[in-house]
């Protein structure tokens, strides 16, 4: 649950930068208009925060793997056991 509010924390605080950087370009630069700084720091920040996310999704799909893998293992060794006791039973 850290690791959320950290995440949280450190988009709210690129965003803080990027809007910071984004106001000195668009009052400084003339050939560059506030709105267009805005926009250009607001997809900059949103790419970031999509390319953080690739990572995670990888994560998560290795880990769901993972535990369909096992899950598969414990319904074989269930049904080889229930079939060992059924045989068991009949003879």
């Given amino acids: 649950m850290i690791h959320v509010f950290s995440h949280v924390h450190k988009s709210f605080q690129l965003r803080s930068i ?3 950087i984004a106001a000195l370009v668009g009052k400084y630069v ?4 506030a709105e267009v700084a805005d926009a250009s ?10 390319i953080a996310l690739l990572p995670l999704l ?3 799909i290795r880990n769901s793997k993972e535990l ?8 074989s ?4 056991a229930e ?3 059924s045989e068991g039973t009949l003879t």
């Avoid at 720091?41 to 999509?50: Q, Y």
């Avoid at 369909?68 to 319904?75: A, G, L, M, V």
């Fill in 77 to 80: 060794e269930r049904s080889l």
């Fill in 30 to 33: 003339k050939d560059i208009s």
């Fill in 68 to 75: 369909w893998t096992i899950r598969r293992e414990e319904i």
């Fill in 58 to 60: 990888s994560g998560l």
């Fill in 41 to 50: 720091a607001a997809v900059f920040v949103s790419s970031i925060i999509l």
């Fill in 83 to 85: 079939l060992q006791r």
């Fill in 18 to 20: 990027s809007i910071v």
